[in-house]
């Protein structure tokens, strides 16, 4: 074995180390989230942050630098092969970036958003953006000294987005996003203007919580979620975790009077989790051994959940099942595919449809990078907002709470996490049309409860080239092009049209 094959091996069994770490963690942050009780709330965050500190400071350890300067040298001689090299990029990356900001400076901001949190929970509640002002205005500042600690180009925005979407800048998603939230409004505006409206109101179907389950689970086994892996429990707020690469665990909450809110749910969470389930074993720990960009990450819940989720040939599939465990569906299938892809301009994003859902989000980008670019003040942000949903929306923001307060991410410091949604929803339309021109017959099969052939052309085109490109590059590979707006939009005209008859 060569010195830097020795190396490189070292470093992946030093990172397997600090993930055994991250693994006790997640096993603890999943369980407070579904069966802990809550009295145990104060002990467990400490447990959880005594871990985090010990993760962190192995992550960060001369041992980690020393192996990653050596072979970060031996990749600039040229001395490890491609994918090795790659490997080792990413890792560095990210190792610089956590390395970048001083010790005290990371504390004082995890005091501050700890702080905050409070501060954003009771200013929501009385509605009162004043109340939160002086704590926004400290965080927005400090995520700019963070942003010149990490780096960046043209703008200090782009090491934040970089957090979360290496490989991207700030005027890179402003080059996406602009041109989709000038076609949405228009689209939006048209459904809105169209005497042709579904009924919402048909795809509330009642089904008892115990009969949902069970429909989760087989459905979610059946889109290709591998439960000798992974398991599905309930929650109020769903999401998935990995504990390690093979257990992934997905939830959902269950609600009544209401089945295909849970179903959604399961089918978005197990989107997440088989794109989890197909990363490498061996190279668990280590950067390319995860998702290459949180947008990539959500761009597969969104595919599942949208794209496949919402076609008539998924709720044909599910009618056939939800009848056979008892519910009562009183329309057709034509009237249910209408009603499960009704669209309409709302003020809250975690509620709104897979339109307006995207100018939601821009809403935020645009504030966000004038934030951390300089040329929104704090003071302007309740206008700022309100005139966007006024204009993008066609909605009044009647007070904050449903207005500027309603996500948590600002509290928590999660700037250049927005983004992430929207650039998934249009990676997984571009990843998806080239499916579809590989597969034309993939829909019909989603009928019959066939679902491999989708899964089995997003392993083999997407999900193979993860561990060793950014997400641009993996994208481009997949689907001939860089990510770019235009099969999101063609996918909403197509779809919208037809329902709204324009
Ligand atoms: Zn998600």
């Known amino acids: 074995m060569s010195e830097n094959e020795r190396l490189y091996l070292e470093l992946l069994r030093h990172l397997r180390e600090v993930a055994n770490l991250n693994s006790a963690i997640a096993v603890l942050e999943w369980d407070m989230e579904t069966y802990m009780p809550p009295g145990a709330s104060d002990d ?66 995890a005091d501050l958003t700890a702080r905050s949190h409070h501060v954003w929970v009771a200013a929501k509640e009385a509605s009162d953006l004043d109340a939160f002002l002086p704590n926004l205005s400290r965080i927005v500042e400090m995520q700019r000294e963070k942003a010149s600690y990490i780096g960046h180009g043209a703008s200090p925005y782009d090491a934040l987005i970089g957090e979360f979407d290496p490989g991207i800048t700030a005027d890179e998603v402003a080059g996406i996003l602009t041109p989709l939230r000038e076609c949405l409004v228009g689209l939006v505006a048209r459904i809105g203007a169209s005497p042709q409206k579904p009924d919402a109101a048909l795809a509330k179907i009642p089904l008892p919580a115990d009969r949902q389950r069970l429909l989760c689970e087989y459905v979610a086994r059946k889109i290709g979620f591998d439960d000798a892996y992974g398991r599905l429990d309930s929650t109020v707020h769903p999401f998935m975790t990995r504990l390690h690469p093979t257990d992934i665990r997905i939830t959902t909450a269950y609600k009544a009077d209401d089945c295909l809110d849970s179903l959604g749910s399961t089918v978005h969470e197990a989107g997440h989790g088989m794109f989890e389930q197909s990363f490498e074993h061996g190279l668990h720990g280590a950067q390319a051994g995860d998702t290459p960009s949180l947008g990539l990450h959500e761009s597969q819940s969104r595919l599942w959940e949208n794209l496949v989720g919402k076609s008539r040939e998924f709720l044909a599939f599910v009618r056939q ?18 009603a499960a892809n009704t669209v309409r301009p709302s003020l809250i994003r975690i509620e709104a449809d897979e339109v307006t859902y995207n100018l939601h989000v821009c809403v935020r980008f645009e504030i966000e990078k004038a934030l951390i670019e300089g040329t929104l003040d704090v003071r302007d942000v309740r206008d700022a ?77 997407l999900y193979s080239h993860c561990a ?33 008859g324009f």
């Open 44 to 109: 467990r965050a400490a447990v959880i942050a005594h871990l985090t500190g010990l993760a962190h400071e192995a992550y960060t350890s001369v041992k980690t630098e020393d192996l990653l300067g050596k072979l970060v040298d031996a990749a600039t001689r040229g001395e490890l092969d491609r994918r090795q090299a790659a490997v080792v990029r990413k890792e560095h990356r990210h190792f610089l970036a956590s390395k970048s900001q001083p010790a005290e400076f990371v504390k004082e901001l």
């Open 321 to 338: 099942l939800l009848e056979s465990h008892g519910a009562l569906i009183g329309c057709t299938d034509e009237e249910l595919y209408r």
């Open 385 to 461: 907002w309100n005139s966007r949903y006024r204009e993008y929306l066609g909605v009044e923001v009647p007070d904050d709470a449903n207005g500027v307060l309603q996500d948590v991410h600002w509290s928590a410091g999660l700037f250049g996490y927005f983004p992430s949604y929207t650039l998934g929803n249009i990676y997984s339309a571009q990843v998806y049309e080239s499916a579809l021109q590989a597969n034309p017959g993939l829909e019909t099969g989603y009928a019959r409860g066939d679902f491999g052939p989708l899964l089995e052309w997003l392993t083999r085109n």
């Open 468 to 500: 060793v490109m950014d997400t641009p590059e993996a994208i481009a590979v997949a689907t001939g092009r860089l990510p770019d707006p235009s099969a999101l939009i063609a996918y909403f005209r197509r779809k919208f049209g037809e329902i709204y």
